[in-house]
């Protein structure tokens, strides 16, 4: 696609990039129909063509953002079910990034909008205060109907206190802790640990750790890794979403080796995978590239070494595929092959490449969109009458619960069936 | 490319027409800031752009309605949009026209197994047709390479084709009836649920004349049952002329695959690198033949097909094996324009049609115009029905190189009106081909087509600058 941009505009490193991703884009338009906000909403400007088309123009105008870009970029949903249909290998994620920066630089959000994204910004990549403010949510739960009106920021808060769990789990610290291997050992790793995952899902973590001990390897969690900044890079806030780049890349460099960095939360491995990207002006661009390559969702690094030693009961598991896998790392097969290992009985629902809507702050950010995404999800789940929903991250998880099926990822089946504990959400099935 | 000059006092009461326009729909059905058109002034042939007065998105029918009464009152032209994937700039906005995206008119709204029809609204996609039949082991036969996105409303508009049309028949052949909107707001009901309808060939008539006689509304397609199965065989050639000669032996035979594509050297590896179905990278010319049926008939008449094939000498024969490698191979066929943008930043899709034994001939030709004026080609198409889709690739940010590229498509399309065929296959005239229709047409004949227009939209504002050459329009106001 033509392009308009001059040569001091050139000059500048993220527009050079910019162009050459819009270079790539051949306008055919095979995008939006794989988009969930375009099938949602039909219109162009909220497909990813779209959307492509409004940050070309903004960029070649050199222009602030206005209200109009603002909007319809803040409602895509960086699923990048686009990349997985884009014939021509348009990597749209750079380019929504990068404009998300510019928003953030150039447009200046209502207050209570900047607000919100501030106390968003500052809660969830860190566990304590995210499970103090969850406990808060959690008492305030009963009199979300109390909350006046349809106004964005009503539905927002709404949004926010459903996302409250009805019980809050027991408190996780794991940074510092080594996990050792059982019987053998077959290899070391470190393992992300996640923000959010910590206060609202332990159990994903305990059965991570358990499963790999027992196949053999050894598990370690720095003290100095913490949130992987995708909450804050989503939000184009770029300087803090490079420290916290900064600062996992360096706990997980300090010279211990590790066979691999294992992400139990989709959503952060897309952005670990990205941190070599990220950095790559950075004096610490080799080492963010290895740690980049050095990334493995578990689906990926079970695959070959999962053994299920148990007798599998008879359930059928509904497997949701989360965007960050299957479009932002592509990875498809793994989760469902190895259900199948431990013996479960696999059901896929209706149009699999679509979001459930939950997308980081997306659902607290967008309440209409991500209502309707998840009441999609969900009849086109249960049509296959699962007994349990399984998915390899902990937003879908939370965007799908409380609809009468039980959510759990996936590593808590395949533990299960591996010698660990019944997942608690099974209790009953 | 030329514009139509903007009607006489319509850009001067644009803030009154928006306005009005509002009045009559819901809200965020209409858009007129100058930042959310910026992606509406074009389609799926980029290198055209125009800005338009503004665009609504009706739901229903009667928005429709009202959006064409509103429009006709005022004397304002109207565009129809679908998906915007047309590759001959059918959706190209004018500057005082205001374009109709039926996106949201995306449901189905009956579907009838026994009688085997399906009811749909213009906005849903040409595969979610077949995706909502598809577990009672129907389909919807036309299948365009765009078919995950266009829109069923623009398939009928342009009357598309696809790979498997060779078999089945293009749109028009699996149509049974349509609701269209005229301009003046009244809604016609042409053909039916069953084939035939008494009188004129209306339905014939509406099919292909891309947005200028009415807005459809309701389109009643054919379904038919799926075959017991399909395969797809692969054979690589040592040149372009052998690959022609041999698609035109197998159609001289009397076989009638149920697709039969033409890729070559340029498209077999960019479509590799997206699909990675195992094409030969080695061959310079591939073809893909798909048979279905029994397992007996298949494997009858891929026997023959080999026969055929090996008198040419192929580099490389294989046939499919599994649903998966099926799968494969189509996906890198039907993104093959796209995954065109991995080896060119843009290109211009031509849409011709030869007789197939002219095929060695007309890629031959091809080939020497790309030489003369030094701009590469790559062909991906559908052999059998001698349907050309000659890529032509360009750099957009250098004018003269797409000036070359506009010349060099005329040339090829003229080459095909030449050789006994036709200026367009299946993407439609468009923008793209309407000064070239007086290369296709006698002056009596062009009038005559214009009459047609003028009977069903005597103001011309229905898409009025596609299709015709503009003294047409001119002529007619």
Partial sequence: MQTNFTAAQLEKPEIAVANNILRTCVHCGMCTATCPTFVTIGDELDSPRGRIYLIKDMLENDRAASQEEVLHLDRCLSCLSCMTTCPSGVDYMHLVDHARVHVNETYQRPLTDRLLRGVLAQILPYPKRMRAALNLARLAKPFAFLLPGESMLIKRMRAMLNLAPAKMPAPQSLGGTVHKAIGRHNGRVALLAGCAQQAIGPSINTATIELLNRLGIEVVIPEAAGCCGALVHHMGRHDEALEAAKRNVNAWSDGAEYDAIIVNTSGCGTVLKDYGFMLRDDAMAAKAAAVSAKTMDISEYLLKIYEPTSVPPDITVAYHAACSLQHGQKITAAPKTLLRKAGFKVVEPKDPHLCCGSAGTYNIMQPDIAASLRRRKLDTLKAKSPDVIAAGNIGCLTQLAGDGIPTVHMVELLNWMAGGPKPAALNGV | ?477
């Fill in chain 2, 1 to 477: 490319m030329q514009q139509a000059k903007p009607k006489p006092g319509i850009l001067d009461k644009r803030a009154e027409i928006i306005a009005g326009l509002q009045a009559i729909l819901p809200e965020r059905a209409v858009i007129g800031d100058n930042i959310s058109l910026k992606p509406y002034e074009t389609d799926g042939l980029s290198a055209y752009k125009q800005m338009p007065l503004a665009v609504v998105l009706p739901e229903t029918e009667a928005h429709v309605v009202a959006i064409m009464k509103f429009c006709n009152l005022h004397g304002v032209r109207v565009i129809p949009r679908g998906a915007g994937t047309s590759l001959s700039g059918g959706a190209l906005p004018m500057a005082d026209a205001v374009v109709i995206g039926m996106m949201r008119m995306n449901k189905i709204l009956d579907i009838n197994y026994a009688d085997r029809y399906a009811v749909v609204q213009p906005g849903v996609t040409n595969i979610a047709i077949t995706q909502a039949v598809q577990d009672e082991q129907f389909f919807y036969a036309p299948d365009p390479s765009s078919q995950l996105a266009c829109m069923i409303g623009g398939n009928v508009s342009m009357n598309s084709g696809g790979a498997h049309c060779l078999k089945y028949g293009v749109t028009a052949n699996n149509l049974l009836g349509l609701r269209i909107v005229t301009i003046e707001g009244e809604i016609l009901e042409i053909g039916g649920k069953q084939m035939d309808a008494a009188g004129y060939d209306w339905l014939g008539l509406i099919t292909g004349s891309e947005g200028q006689l009415g807005i459809l509304t309701e389109v009643t397609v054919r379904i038919l049952r799926s075959p017991e199965g399909a395969r797809a065989m692969l054979a690589g050639f040592a040149s372009n002329e052998v690959a022609g000669q041999c698609v035109d032996a197998i159609i001289s035979s009397g076989i009638i695959p149920v697709a039969l594509e033409f890729m070559d050297k340029p498209a077999i590896h960019a479509c590799e690198d997206f699909a990675h179905a195992g094409y030969p990278l080695d061959a310079e010319a591939l073809l893909i033949i798909e048979v279905e049926g029994s397992e007996t008939e298949q494997s009858e008449m891929l026997a023959r097909i080999r026969d055929i094939c090996a008198a040419y000498h192929p580099v490389s024969m294989r046939v499919s094996q599994t649903a998966e490698e099926s799968a494969a191979i189509w996906k890198g066929r039907k993104g093959a324009f796209g995954a065109v943008g991995r080896i060119s930043p843009d290109y211009l899709c031509m849409d011709g049609t030869i007789p197939t034994s002219e095929l060695p001939n007309v890629l031959k030709r091809i080939q020497a115009m790309s030489d003369e004026y030094g701009l590469k080609v790559a062909n991906i198409f559908h052999a059998g029905d001698g349907n050309l889709h000659p890529l032509i690739m360009f750099d957009a940010n250098d004018a003269e190189s797409f000036h070359k590229a506009e010349a060099f498509g005329a040339d090829i399309l003229k080459l095909c009106v030449e050789v006994g065929g036709c200026l367009t296959g299946e993407h439609g005239v468009g923008i793209e081909k309407r000064d070239l229709m007086s290369v296709q047409f006698t002056p009596s004949e062009l009038d005559q087509q214009r009459r047609i227009k003028s009977a069903f939209d005597p103001a011309w504002l229905l898409n009025p600058s596609k299709v015709f050459p503009l003294s047409g329009l001119a002529a007619a106001e």
